[in-house]
């Protein structure tokens, strides 16, 4: 971003512009459009979440490490799934192969699950599963394990992604063509909103449209035309506004432009507001505020000079604090290279302790409200984000703009000029183009142990053994009858998993019936 010239200023002596006059468009914290926050008093009330996204290998080792986390003050859960798991496949599938615990944690059965969730307190923590096609599955999964613990489902905390419109555009773990994945995600709208009321049914991802190479602006276009979408969609299923957009939350990435961040989460709010009680007409408070997760940038990260990443994540955890975020995670040093180890872990985690226990920044509700280069920001990310909501409406809408791939190349043609800018050296990156380090840097990596795939096939083959095969046949066909009939399948699959039916196994019945979807191309 161009340094600022003093005529730009929105806000500000030069601008005319009396500082109580840009009050009315601010408000209060806590009160609307909430542009410095959704709590009066922010962090001096209840420090954000510290939730750090953690799974690989077998569920037996992902649960070791969510208890070193938890035990270190983690307050939070947060799950990756392997790919395999992500695509709808149990360990065992040929198409699983090579890939089972990788890039997460493999989860095909009940039986992994109880294993995953094994002494953690699911009525007092809350969990976040990072999970879309298969969300559903996962979540009735996660379900079934409370059950049979004798947690009322009235309980349970946590949320589960369940976007997959980004899966589209920026990610690719999609399954299903658009409309049907679309009927999955207001299914589980459905099923919370009158079982699982303290769940947050779908986490809107800003995250991965960044990473993929978007702009600030992009981003938060993108996701909450995103969000629009899923909104009309609920309502389109006969559900009411105020009935489950309280249960709606956000995840953002935060960037290394330090103020640009902060401001876009400030127009985030403020947008979403609007939109809540103007175009859709909600009534409640709590439907019109943006509740947001937050992760740093993980393309920033460089795999030369690692000790760096070190800086980069606690000035982009500073930002999100300052943002307003209600939850965050910070990236490990090492993750350019591999998985975390549990040193970087730990270090990550400390990282938002220190600045929750000795900065000072959360005894102040909002400290850069009013500024006038934060307030001239928040604006133009608010005035360029509006401008490709319209663009999208005038389009045809999220959907449409996915299927002629006008959304995934906006994305594209911004990752190609920053990475221009990045060769050319108008981008400066420490450790890339700029200070660069001859040693040869050799950190501790974690690594996937090599045996570790045949296990966990061996565990799943047995437990299907031990079921019954014409209970799973029956509950596979009445899963095949539900999506013909577009009833809530939320309770059919909460029902065949608690009797063995595996993740695979239902997607398969689902692949069925919805077919799959494949990408158009665009250049």
């Given at each position: 971003?161009?340094?600022?010239?003093?005529?730009?200023?929105?806000?500000?002596?030069?601008?005319?512009?009396?500082?109580?006059?840009y009050?009315?468009?601010?408000?209060?914290?806590?009160?609307?459009?909430?542009?410095?926050?959704?709590?009066k008093d922010?962090y001096?009330g209840r420090?954000w979440?510290?939730?750090?996204?953690?799974?690989?290998?077998?569920a037996?080792?992902s649960?070791?490490r969510?208890?070193?986390?938890?035990?270190?003050?983690?307050?939070?859960?947060?799950?990756?799934?392997d790919?395999?798991?992500?695509m709808?496949?149990?360990?065992?599938?040929?198409m699983?192969?090579?890939?089972?615990?990788?890039?997460?944690?493999?989860?095909?059965?009940l039986?992994?699950?109880?294993?995953?969730?094994?002494?953690?307190p699911?009525?007092?923590?809350?969990?976040?599963m990072?999970?879309?096609?298969?969300?559903?599955?996962?979540?009735?999964?996660?379900?079934?394990?409370?059950?049979?613990?004798?947690?009322?489902?009235?309980?349970?905390?946590?949320?589960?992604?369940?976007?997959?419109?980004?899966?589209?555009?920026?990610r690719?773990t999609?399954?299903?063509?658009?409309?049907?994945?679309?009927?999955?995600?207001?299914?589980?709208?459905?099923y919370?909103?009158?079982?699982?009321?303290?769940?947050?049914?779908?986490?809107?991802?800003?995250?991965h449209?960044?990473e993929?190479?978007?702009?600030?602006?992009?981003?938060?276009?993108?996701t909450l035309?995103?969000?629009?979408t899923y909104?009309e969609?609920?309502?389109?299923s006969?559900l009411?506004?105020?009935?489950f957009a309280?249960?709606?939350?956000?995840?953002?990435?935060?960037?290394?432009?330090?103020?640009?961040?902060?401001?876009k989460?400030?127009?985030?709010?403020?947008?979403?507001a609007?939109?809540?009680?103007?175009?859709?007409?909600?009534?409640?408070?709590?439907?019109?505020?943006?509740?947001?997760?937050?992760?740093?940038?993980g393309v920033?990260l460089?795999?030369?000079?690692?000790?760096?990443?070190?800086?980069?994540?606690?000035?982009?955890?500073?930002s999100?604090?300052?943002?307003?975020?209600?939850?965050?995670?910070?990236?490990?040093?090492d993750e350019?290279?591999?998985?975390?180890?549990?040193?970087?872990?730990?270090?990550?985690?400390?990282t938002q302790q220190?600045?929750?226990?000795?900065?000072g920044?959360?005894?102040?509700?909002?400290?850069?409200?009013?500024?006038?280069?934060?307030?001239?920001?928040t604006?133009?990310i608010?005035t360029?984000?509006?401008?490709?909501?319209?663009?999208?409406?005038?389009?045809?809408?999220?959907?449409?703009?996915?299927?002629?791939?006008?959304?995934q190349?906006?994305i594209?043609?911004?990752?190609?000029?920053?990475?221009?800018?990045?060769?050319?050296?108008?981008?400066?990156?420490?450790?890339?183009?700029i200070?660069?380090?001859?040693?040869?840097?050799k950190?501790d990596v974690?690594?996937?142990?090599?045996?570790?795939?045949k296990?966990?096939?061996t565990?799943?083959?047995a437990?299907k053994?031990?079921?019954?095969?014409?209970?799973?046949?029956?509950?596979?066909?009445?899963?095949r009858n539900?999506?013909k009939?577009?009833?809530?399948?939320?309770p059919?699959?909460?029902?065949?998993?608690?009797?063995?039916?595996t993740?695979g196994?239902?997607?398969?019945?689902?692949?069925?019936?919805?077919g799959?979807?494949r990408?158009?191309i665009?250049?």
């Amino acid at each position: 971003m161009s340094p600022l010239k003093p005529t730009d200023l929105c806000f500000g002596p030069e601008s005319g512009v009396a500082p109580e006059h840009y009050s009315e468009k601010l408000g209060a914290p806590g009160e609307f459009p909430y542009t410095r926050g959704i709590q009066k008093d922010m962090y001096r009330g209840r420090l954000w979440t510290m939730r750090q996204y953690a799974g690989f290998g077998t569920a037996a080792e992902s649960n070791k490490r969510y208890r070193l986390l938890l035990d270190k003050g983690q307050t939070g859960l947060s799950v990756a799934f392997d790919l395999p798991t992500q695509m709808g496949y149990d360990s065992d599938d040929l198409m699983a192969r090579g890939e089972v615990g990788k890039v997460g944690v493999a989860i095909s059965s009940l039986q992994d699950m109880e294993t995953l969730l094994d002494e953690l307190p699911l009525e007092t923590v809350s969990t976040s599963m990072t999970i879309n096609a298969t969300a559903g599955i996962l979540l009735a999964l996660y379900i079934a394990v409370a059950r049979k613990r004798g947690i009322s489902e009235s309980a349970l905390r946590g949320t589960v992604q369940n976007d997959i419109l980004k899966e589209y555009i920026a990610r690719g773990t999609y399954i299903y063509p658009p409309k049907p994945s679309m009927r999955l995600v207001t299914d589980i709208f459905k099923y919370c909103s009158e079982n699982v009321p303290q769940w947050n049914t779908v986490s809107i991802s800003g995250y991965h449209i960044r990473e993929a190479g978007s702009t600030a602006a992009q981003e938060l276009a993108f996701t909450l035309a995103n969000g629009v979408t899923y909104v009309e969609s609920a309502l389109k299923s006969g559900l009411q506004i105020d009935d489950f957009a309280s249960r709606l939350s956000f995840f953002f990435n935060v960037h290394n432009n330090f103020f640009e961040e902060v401001a876009k989460f400030r127009a985030a709010r403020r947008i979403w507001a609007h939109l809540m009680k103007e175009r859709f007409g909600a009534k409640s408070q709590k439907s019109l505020l943006l509740r947001f997760h937050t992760q740093t940038a993980g393309v920033t990260l460089t795999a030369q000079q690692p000790e760096n990443n070190v800086v980069r994540v606690t000035m982009q955890a500073l930002s999100a604090v300052l943002g307003g975020t209600q939850s965050l995670h910070t990236n490990s040093k090492d993750e350019a290279l591999g998985l975390p180890t549990e040193a970087a872990a730990t270090l990550a985690l400390r990282t938002q302790q220190i600045i929750a226990s000795e900065t000072g920044v959360a005894d102040v509700v909002d400290p850069l409200g009013g500024s006038y280069y934060v307030e001239h920001l928040t604006n133009k990310i608010e005035t360029e984000a509006l401008a490709y909501l319209k663009r999208i409406d005038d389009l045809g809408g999220v959907i449409r703009c996915i299927e002629t791939g006008y959304i995934q190349k906006e994305i594209q043609n911004s990752a190609y000029d920053y990475q221009l800018k990045v060769q050319s050296g108008e981008e400066l990156i420490v450790g890339i183009n700029i200070h660069k380090d001859s040693r040869d840097f050799k950190p501790d990596v974690l690594k996937i142990k090599p045996d570790l795939e045949k296990k966990q096939i061996t565990r799943l083959k047995a437990f299907k053994k031990k079921r019954k095969p014409e209970l799973v046949k029956s509950h596979l066909e009445k899963i095949r009858n539900g999506a013909k009939q577009e009833v809530c399948l939320i309770p059919l699959f909460i029902t065949a998993v608690t009797d063995g039916v595996t993740l695979g196994e239902i997607s398969h019945a689902l692949r069925q019936e919805f077919g799959t979807y494949r990408e158009k191309i665009t250049i």
